[in-house]
């Protein structure tokens, strides 16, 4: 038997190894850590496509120096225990996740903002051993600003490693089955629980630029079959509508604070909201909605509302998601 030279670096065991992937956090509820995050964020081009010479004076000469001050109070407002909401379900996920594939495959999870960064945990999952990785994009709607965005991330990371492991990405899932029929569970589940009987239901995206949808980006068209098909599966009407607009530029339409704003006035003056495009609730679902569009929606007039939370790791959102990671994996593990 042929020896290895002694000055051969030991090699861990081949493995399987899945990567979630979501958008990112600071770090705490400060002016500071959001300044650091909001750098990375809207510095990528992928999420501002302005050229350079417009946006990095107005970045670094206006938003970063008063955004992050609001933005640090609105955390503040979600802030758990154990850190920023996004980062904790992201983390009960993967423990979740873990738990239902066992020890054929190691599961971790990245920001793609913030930390823990994509290249870092790329080369840990590959010093474990991890010789084959699913990168698995958190969005069940691609857009370019999102999942296109953590595919660039990841093959700048690549780049730069001698022994590189072989890369799946885990495709959207907007009209999966599986993730309508767990969404479908949820808002169920959500509006049985409810001690009224809303007069509207609101499922409310993340809004992108309406100059992202003339570009061809499918995210509008995605987000839209998503609702329907929610829809037909609780066999309710539902208003579509896009959340968190940034700017002065024209965005996806309509908004979710207009259609608050304007429901009473249509004698709609009870209503659940929920977010089918967040794999967890995070910023903008638990102040933005749930605090935020409340307020718009009461102060409008409306007498009741209720937000019903994401998939998270909930029994129906890890059920689903084992479901698409073993489709992904397959050829990989039995």
Not at 81 to 104: C, H, I, N, W
Request: aromatic content about 8%.
């Amino acid at each position: 038997m042929t020896e290895k030279p002694d000055f051969h670096p030991d090699i861990a065991a081949p493995k399987i190894g899945v990567l979630l992937v979501n958008l990112g956090t600071p770090d705490d509820p400060t002016p500071q850590a959001v300044r650091r995050y909001l750098a990375e964020f809207l510095s990528d081009k992928r999420v501002v496509e302005l050229p350079s010479l417009l946006w990095k004076p107005l970045l670094h000469g206006i938003i970063l120096n008063t955004r992050p001050r609001k933005s640090a109070r609105a955390y503040a407002k979600v802030w758990m225990e154990e850190g920023s909401p996004l980062a904790v379900y992201t983390k009960q996920q993967m423990a979740g996740l873990q738990q239902r594939l066992g020890d054929a495959v190691r599961v971790s999870y990245a920001m793609r903002y913030g930390r823990p960064g994509i290249g870092f945990r790329l080369e840990e999952m590959k010093a474990q051993g991890c010789e084959r990785i699913l990168l698995t994009p958190l969005y069940p709607q691609y857009c370019g600003a999102t999942t296109a965005t953590v595919v660039d991330e990841a093959g700048a990371e690549l780049a730069d490693m001698r022994w590189q492991p072989t890369l799946r990405v885990m495709p959207p899932y907007h009209d999966d089955p599986a993730y309508i029929d767990a969404l479908a569970r949820s808002v169920r589940e959500g509006l049985a629980g409810l001690d009224f009987e809303p007069e509207a239901l609101i499922a409310s995206f993340h809004g992108m630029p309406r100059r992202t949808l003339e570009l061809g980006d499918p995210y509008h068209c995605q987000c839209q079959k998503t609702a329907r098909l929610v829809s037909e599966a609780l066999g309710k009407p539902l208003f579509t509508t896009f959340q968190s607009r940034f700017g002065r530029a024209k965005w996806l339409e309509p908004a979710t604070a207009d259609l608050l704003g304007a429901l009473p006035g249509r004698d709609l003056k009870k209503v659940a909201i929920f977010a089918p495009g967040f794999s967890v609730d995070c910023l903008e679902t638990l102040e933005e909605l749930a605090m935020e569009g409340r307020s718009q929606f009461l102060d409008a007039g409306g007498s009741d509302f209720a937000y019903i939370p994401c998939l998270n790791a909930s029994d129906e959102g890890m059920a689903m998601l084992e479901t698409l990671v073993r489709r992904e994996l397959g050829g990989w593990i039995s």
